[in-house]
């Protein structure tokens, strides 16, 4: 079965960086687009970056320009966020997640069919 497990999170200071880990299995990882999401306590599930299948294009949400970057290795099965500059409204529980192949943006979450835990990311001030 599809599996996805995110890996990195931790606790940082405002201005710090951060590499977040997504390990799939159970799938062919080349076949599918993917993507990072994060929930903040007390709002909703929110997009932050996605990546097709190649790695060759990538899309952010605006306030992570220029400070995220996703990336992935299919050789590994992996996918990355790097995260520089991290603010505190960055702090979330953090997603990876397959993208489906409904014909939606990358930014619903109905566009994706497989998520992984998450993993906690908190910056303090």
């Known amino acids: 079965q599809v599996q996805l497990v995110e890996s990195g999170g931790g606790l940082v200071q405002a201005g710090g960086s951060l590499r977040l880990t997504c390990a799939a299995s159970?799938?062919?990882?080349?076949?599918?687009?993917m993507g990072w999401f994060r929930q903040a306590p007390g709002k909703e599930r929110e997009f932050v970056a996605a990546i097709t299948q190649s790695g060759a294009l990538t899309t952010y949400e605006d306030s992570v320009k220029g400070r995220f970057t996703i990336s992935r290795d299919n050789a590994k099965n992996t996918m990355y966020l790097q995260m520089n500059s991290l603010r505190p409204e960055d702090t979330a529980v953090y997603y990876c997640a397959r993208r489906a192949g409904t014909p939606v943006r990358d930014e619903s979450l109905s566009g994706y069919d497989y998520w992984g835990q998450g993993t906690q990311v908190t910056v303090s001030s």
């Open positions: 159970g799938l062919t990882f080349s076949n599918y687009a």
